[in-house]
């Protein structure tokens, strides 16, 4: 079990100081968060794309790769990357560049992304949002496989003997997340390719998340990937803890209600019986967390959003502080022992070299 945190780069005003960061200092705090998290033992940094405000994640593979030069393991990821308004070359040649600097350390999550008025930004369509990611992903996985690609489509010019570089490191492409919030057609196409699925499981609730990582497992399994609950599966989560339970609720109770991902009518109390949201005590969230594994099953990816809503730096270096002290050991020690031994644990860039070494090998005997 991979655990680990990720960010959308929101710019959001602090409902109790009043205070919105600036740009430079939101981009500056999510390098800080990265670096936390390593410290404390986390497994996982995903980045946000978003080319609107109040977002600053506009480039995740720049700020990702700067990351990579102050950090020695954790694993740098995207949540997500937009394929759809990001032309596949340009994602073949720079998710391939960091993966070189990363030392094979990364890997991404393609998404639609959520902000329709993006599309035309881009010269795109939205209405053409489900047939544009399926065609710039395939043309991807091409690019990544193949040294001289010649390829024509609906959406992009055609190319001709064209080879992106660098070419991915060692040979092996990075591993790809097909990350949802709520169309099938993303899971039946991380199922068709023997991709991971993350399910965002975040705002909806967890009836809705079950529907669609079960949907993933049966078609992974019907295209011959392995049995369904060999499946790749991520999950989000959101989380709020303080030592004591009612501090917590206490603490994030302004936020829940001036942020604007939050509210909207709904009580806090209401909010976390209905999605995955979790305010409380460690223990709380070490408990809501293990439950997930009741409607999805074992799964590979855990990721929780702590730094959203307007919380100051110093409260997101405290929630660290907690996952890493309090949540993190338990959580790896039980999803560990629960797993049984023919799910695979998460892809990483040293296990698909094997995987890749051992096909070769079986090929040539």
Known sequence: MQIGIFSIGDVTADPIS???????????????????????GLDVIALGQHHNPPFVAASPTTTLAYIAAQTERI??????????????????EDYAQLQHLADGRMDLMLGRGNTGQVYSWFGQDVRDGIELAAENYALLRQL???????WEGQYRTSLEGFT??????????????????????????????????????????????????????????????GSADQAIVGLGGQVYMHRNSQEAVKEFRPYFDKAPPYGRGRSMEEFTRATPLTVGSPQQVIERTLGFREYVGDYQRQLF??????????????????????????????????RPAHVPGAPTHQSLLAAASEESTSAHA
Request: hydrophobic content about 40%; charged content about 25%; aromatic content about 8%.
């Open 144 to 150: 990544w496989r193949e040294r001289a690609v010649s």
């Open 164 to 225: 992106a570089t660098p070419r991915p490191l060692d040979g092996v492409p990075p591993f790809v997340w097909h990350g949802s919030v709520r169309s099938p057609e993303v899971a039946e196409r991380a199922a068709y390719y023997g991709d991971g699925y993350f399910a965002h499981h975040i705002f909806w609730p967890l009836a809705h998340t079950e529907r669609m990582v079960g949907l993933y497992r049966r078609r992974f399994e019907h295209h011959g990937h």
């Open 305 to 338: 959003l702590i730094d959203h809503a307007g919380l100051p730096l110093k409260n997101v270096l405290e929630q660290l502080d907690l996952l890493g002290e309090e949540v993190l050991p338990i959580l790896r020690k039980e999803f560990d022992s629960l």
């Open 75 to 92: 694993i740098l990821s995207t949540a997500t990357t937009l394929i759809t308004t990001t032309d596949p070359v340009r994602i073949a």
């Open 18 to 40: 009043g205070m919105t960061p600036t740009e430079h200092e939101r981009i500056k705090a999510t390098v800080e968060i990265a670096k936390k998290a390593e410290e404390v």
